[in-house]
């Protein structure tokens, strides 16, 4: 009949839900909606994950999408990668039932810290050599210009990289889970996550 779909390639999920400040910052919240009973949904996250290796060749092939652990009704992953990704979201989440039959997966993605803070830190170093061409030449503020458009084109790559691996590890949950994401009547509008 049909080829099955690749298990690494899912469909688009789009709409990935309360980007943090308008998705200037590495962070995501989502809100999933499943058909499958809460243990049935956790049982195709476990089957989604696998321990983190201590090392893992390049020419190896992954098994499942993620790497991470489960514990009860919570898990930790992030998706798995040949080679090497800066910008892979940390997921955390949470399996529970849900009001209306099926299951709710909330969680968030954010950036590692230490990935974020080696981009705050080259910015920083854009800043300090910026403020000395500054100081040591003349010509005053015009050097400012090549450093603050390095600055503002790091930030914007390293914003674009993390939106796109949050986007495709969103889309790999809600292929697994055959989910979708949650509407405002559903998941209770201003409710704290």
Not at 70 to 99: D, M, T, W, Y
Not at 105 to 121: F, N, P, Q
Request: net charge positive; glycine share 8%; proline share 8%.
């Amino acid at each position: 009949m049909g080829e099955e779909p690749n298990p690494f390639e899912p469909p688009r999920a789009r709409n990935v839900a309360e980007d943090a400040w308008g998705g200037i910052l590495p962070y995501r919240r989502f809100d999933l909606i499943s058909p499958l009973s809460p243990a049935e949904a956790l049982n195709a996250v476990k089957s989604a994950i696998e321990p983190v290796p201590w090392f893992r060749f390049f020419w190896t092939t992954p098994r499942v999408p993620f790497e991470g652990d489960v514990v009860g009704n919570s898990f930790r992953c992030q998706r798995v990668v040949v080679g090497r990704s800066g910008f892979l979201p940390k997921i955390r989440g949470a399996v529970e039932p849900h009001s209306l039959g099926g299951s709710r997966i909330r969680g968030t993605m954010a950036l590692d810290w230490s990935e974020a803070m080696s981009v705050v830190v080259i910015i920083a170093l854009f800043g300090f050599l910026a403020f000395e061409a500054i100081m040591s030449s003349s010509r005053g503020f015009e050097l400012l210009i090549p450093f603050v458009a390095l600055a503002v084109l790091l930030a914007a790559f390293a914003t674009l990289s993390f939106r796109k691996e949050a986007t495709r590890a969103r889309s790999l949950l809600v292929y697994r889970l055959r989910a979708r994401p949650a509407r405002g009547d559903e998941i209770g509008l201003g409710e704290p996550h």
